[in-house]
């Protein structure tokens, strides 16, 4: 698996890349956004690491960016500790993230956890998931299209909608949800999903401040709605 490690203290780059390295993973480097946006369009990687505080162009305008060609899973690196921070990572699609000072053992484990997420998804219902709202859901693609039009969802985002959509008119709590996308170790703050649930609103809903697709469910969670558009 090609990893894109993405950091401009050396420091860390040295010692997070033989780590990496030693579990078999070949590790690409980049010092600041431009040089590791050139190498992403350049090659193919499977993640990406990404410093959120770098100089020139931030974590967050490099991780928009990437979101706008491809899904990849991508794993925040960030000094900030705050909540509203950590989730900042998530909604601009950001798929985890990591608070500094971490050990490389831990970084190590949220890459595995993160592709396992990635690569071994629950089966679902279906292959391919039609609705009436021209919205169309291809499991064996991870490709999400609205009226023939392709919606690029990143995996977490992809995940959310899937588990929604495999239960049409059934809530699934905060909780239940950040089950199925991070896992039973997770342990910070469920309202993470919202943030997702608008990122999916935004690609999704023809007006996302009155979502018809992706319902909230006030006090419980979301649910989705197979009839939109009928």
Do not use: W
Not at 118 to 142: F, M, R, W
Not at 148 to 164: H, N, S, V
């Amino acid at each position: 698996m090609r990893i894109l490690l993405v950091d401009d203290e050396k420091k860390i780059t040295t010692v997070l890349k033989a780590y990496l390295q030693q579990e078999g993973f070949h590790v690409s480097t980049a010092i600041n956004g431009l040089v590791a946006l050139t190498m992403f369009k350049e090659n193919p990687f499977d993640l990406v690491i990404l410093d959120l505080m770098l100089p020139g162009m931030s974590g967050t305008e490099i991780c928009g960016e990437i979101r706008k060609i491809s899904s990849v899973p991508i794993i925040m690196l960030t000094a900030k500790v705050e909540e509203e921070d950590r989730i900042q990572g998530l909604s601009i699609g950001a798929d985890d993230y990591i608070t500094k000072p971490f050990s490389p053992r831990e970084v190590i484990a949220r890459v595995r956890a993160v592709m396992r997420r990635t690569n071994n998804e629950t089966a679902p219902l279906a292959d391919v998931i039609s609705y009436d709202n021209g919205l169309i859901i291809d499991n064996i693609q991870h490709e999400i299209r609205l009226n023939d039009r392709e919606i690029l969802l990143t995996p977490t985002e992809f995940k959310i909608l899937g588990a929604l959509a495999k239960h049409p008119g059934r809530v699934l709590s905060r909780g239940q949800l950040v089950e199925i996308v991070q896992g039973h170790d997770f342990d910070g703050d469920d309202r993470v999903i919202d943030a997702h649930i608008k990122k999916i609103r935004q690609k999704i809903e023809t007006t996302p401040s009155d979502p018809q697709i992706v319902l909230t469910v006030y006090g419980i969670g979301y649910k989705f709605n197979p009839s939109a558009g009928e």
